[in-house]
């Protein structure tokens, strides 16, 4: 059995200072040369030296203090009385009543000792210490904990133990922990680390209850496997549902990094069927300009997450992505070939709106500047096989070359673009009135162009003004035979205003004759450069009706004006921040979207309150926090609601107490997991973290992570 230590950044900042190492001025010398210092020395017939008051031995990294030493010179053996003090460099500190060091080989034996290491803040006690040579150590009947002096909120006692500070780990026999006086475990053999260094040994078991898993404990067991590969084997007991065994591998070489994880569960209880789910990214540089990258994820049946995930992220995921790119970067270009498949989670999906296979798909992008009149080429081209069961397939070539004259002032910015769009399809399957091949061409203009002022606000703050105007131009194509692949509308936003494209892939290009007028005000405190306010303003005017819809039959859309389109961000005071974004629509006098943020942060304050709107669709609230209510105690929580269904989204509550050398936290927590039945996961989750002695499990600190933006763990 091993326990693992926490990488921490302070996990002692609520501990009594600890004193220092005792100091003195030994003389000057070799390293190995034994020095001494006493206020009386004398040699017997022997030749031994009888050291007396406030006697100092050094010896490189090592000193011995005492109140009296026989220290014989041939055999290197100092036997000490009185008050002994043995310490090195590394932090350690032994007090003893008495014993013997050879300062030879660096053996001996001290009784009745107390000892300490600062750089983990530990301290115990033992019948004997024994130090074994160059920085080892043994000591029988002895205790360990990293509690101040004075408290053994918990304490670890062995009947052997073995420290090595060069190779950073301990070990004991026998070995019993308590905490408050209550035994809590015992081992016949435990490993454990001494020092900050990746070791292998058992993480601190995490576990909780859900009502759709029983009790649930996570035991984690950390694997070192080099400097540059470790893995992680955590058995979780299922109390409704089984053993599953959970594994995560990772991995950095020179030209690759990546990392895969494996989860199984035999035999469901509840379900009859063995569970399991795969996921993986691995990137690997073949040549200095060729890498080779792989990503994806998979599980064995659509319910997986909804029955044994743990957040909302997986509850409403819908499919899972496998792909593997093969990348080549030239001086002005790149080339990447690349094969892509989605494993659905929806079980009442149809095959017509499932995602297309890409078996293969050519990407190829060019960028050459400084031409000839300071203007700019682009190219993009992309050649894909569509795949997928009982549908339309195509094999599509796309080609879009553009011609920019980027020109620029002081002041001012005008970037005119002309650009030329070929897209071919070969179709397989398709009705007999769309014909096997399909072509489509299509050039598109636009201008883009802004000014900039700025003024000083009373010399302490510079306010800056920034109008932009944005013109597109592409004429219509009717498009309604070609099939959609991977197109989809671009959310509309402030950025979307200066975007000619409406359609996210070439299945569809929008014809336009737009232009968009929009104005940006920033305030900048020019001693340190930060914004500390940008407001965002902007309209589309449209020019001629819009008649390239996603849908094919749609009429087009005949509106003069775009909805108003509105960002605001401002940091009122230190810690502060506000994000605000509004879509309305003036021909209805209605807002169509709309968000509002709240940050606090300080220090280990947090609070997040925020409000989604968009028309039709969803109104949720969200309030999240992490507060400390003293300096041992911290609230947390969060609240997800949506306005528009009257029902919870997710609720969180926990609290958190640290001390010295030990921490816990206790969260309850429920969550939506099927929108169309009701159902909600409830569970509730403990951990408890004996600081210098074992690390958090992989449960509750995650779980804070994802749900309170800001979070972080801090054990």
Same mark, same amino acid.
Not at 307 to 315: I, M, V, W
């Given at each position: 059995m091993g326990l693992a230590l926490p990488a921490a950044a302070d996990p002692w900042a609520l501990c009594e200072p600890q004193s220092p190492l005792p100091q003195s001025r030994p003389p000057e010398g070799s390293e190995e040369r034994v020095r001494v210092l006493a206020d009386q020395a004398r040699l017997d017939q022997q030749g031994r030296m009888h050291l007396e008051g406030e006697v100092e031995i050094h010896q490189g990294r090592r000193s011995l203090w005492a109140d009296q030493v026989i220290y014989d010179r041939s055999s290197g053996i100092a036997i000490a009385r009185g008050g002994v003090r043995f310490s090195d460099a590394d932090g350690f500190l032994l007090e003893s009543t008495g014993g013997y060091l050879n300062l030879e080989d660096q053996s001996g034996r001290f009784e009745q000792g107390r000892y300490r290491y600062l750089p983990r803040h530990a301290r115990g006690a033992a019948r004997v210490i024994a130090p074994r040579g160059d920085n080892r150590f043994h000591l029988e009947g002895a205790t360990f904990t990293t509690c101040d002096p004075g408290r053994q909120d918990w304490l670890l006692s062995a009947s052997k133990v073995d420290l090595d500070q060069k190779s950073g780990r301990g070990t004991a026999r026998n070995v019993l922990l308590r905490f408050h006086h209550v035994p809590l475990l015992y081992t016949p053999w435990i490993d454990f680390p001494i020092d900050d260094r990746r070791q292998s040994g058992l993480l601190l078991p995490s576990f909780g209850n859900a009502n759709n898993t029983g009790l649930d404990l996570v035991i984690p067991y950390y694997l070192n496997l080099a400097p540059? $590969?470790?893995?992680?084997?955590?058995?979780?007991?299922?109390?409704?549902?089984?053993?599953?065994?959970k594994t995560e591998f990772r991995y950095l070489e020179p030209r690759g990094a990546g990392e895969m994880q494996v989860d199984y569960l035999p035999e469901d209880r509840l379900e009859g069927d063995d569970r399991s789910y795969v996921s993986w990214e691995h990137d690997w540089t073949l040549t200095p300009r060729l890498r080779f990258h792989t990503e994806g994820a998979?599980?064995?049946?659509? &319910? @997986?997450?909804?029955?044994?995930? /743990?957040?909302?992220?997986?509850? +409403?995921?819908?499919?899972?992505? $496998?792909?593997?790119?093969?990348? @080549?970067?030239? *001086?002005?270009w790149n080339l990447t070939a690349r094969v892509e498949d989605f494993q659905s989670l929806d079980e009442y999906l149809s095959p017509n709106s499932k995602p297309y296979q890409r078996l293969p798909q050519l990407l190829y992008r060019g960028h050459w500047s400084n031409l000839p009149g300071q203007a700019n080429l682009d190219l993009q081209a992309e050649w894909v096989a569509f795949e997928r069961e009982d549908s339309v397939t195509a094999r599509r070539t796309d080609l #879009?070359?553009?011609? /920019?004259?980027?020109?620029?002032?002081?002041?001012?910015?005008l970037d005119p673009k002309l650009s030329y769009r070929f897209t071919h399809y070969a179709l397989e399957d398709a009705p007999a009135q769309t014909g096997d091949h399909l072509q489509r061409e299509l050039p598109t203009f636009s201008l883009d162009g802004g000014l900039f002022f700025e003024r000083s606000l009373g010399g302490e703050y510079l306010q800056l003004l920034e109008p932009r105007i944005f013109y597109t131009y592409t004429p219509y194509r009717d498009q309604d035979t070609i099939p959609r692949f991977d197109t989809s509308a671009y959310d509309f936003s402030f950025d979307q205003l200066f975007r000619s494209a409406r359609f996210s892939g070439p299945d569809r290009v929008a014809d336009g004759n737009r232009l968009t007028t929009a104005i940006t005000t920033r305030i900048i405190d020019p001693a340190t450069a930060e914004e500390l306010l940008r407001a965002r303003l902007g309209q589309i005017h449209y020019l001629s009706d819009q008649r390239v819809r996603l849908t094919p039959g749609l009429a087009p859309i005949d509106r003069a004006h775009s909805s108003l389109v509105g960002e605001l961000a401002w940091r009122p005071a230190p810690g502060w921040r506000l994000n605000a974004a509004a879509q309305w629509d003036p021909q209805r006098e209605r807002t169509e979207r709309g968000s509002v943020q709240i940050r606090y942060r300080d220090g280990g304050r947090i609070l997040n309150l925020s409000h989604r709107y968009r028309e039709d669709i969803l109104r949720q609230g969200d309030l999240s926090f992490a507060w400390p209510l003293s300096e041992r105690w911290s609230a947390v929580g969060r609240w997800a609601y949506s306005l528009r269904d009257e029902r919870d989204l997710e609720e969180l509550v926990g609290l958190e107490y640290q001390s010295c050398c030990w921490g816990a936290r206790v969260v309850s927590r429920r969550y939506l997991v099927d929108g169309v039945e009701n159902k909600y996961s409830? %569970?509730? @989750?403990?951990?408890?973290?004996?600081? *210098?002695?074992?690390?958090? *499990?992989? *449960?509750?600190?995650?779980?804070? /992570?994802?749900?309170?933006? %800001? @979070? #972080? &763990? +801090?054990d």
């Open positions: 540059n $590969r470790d893995a992680t084997i955590a058995p979780r007991f299922i109390g409704r549902r089984g053993t599953m065994l998979d599980v064995s049946d659509p &319910n @997986y997450f909804d029955d044994l995930g /743990s957040s909302l992220n997986d509850t +409403s995921s819908t499919h899972l992505q $496998r792909r593997a790119d093969l990348r @080549y970067r030239g *001086g002005n #879009e070359p553009t011609l /920019s004259l980027p020109l620029r002032g002081p002041a001012w910015f409830n %569970g509730i @989750y403990f951990q408890i973290i004996f600081k *210098g002695l074992t690390s958090l *499990g992989s *449960g509750v600190d995650e779980l804070l /992570s994802e749900g309170i933006l %800001g @979070y #972080e &763990n +801090s």
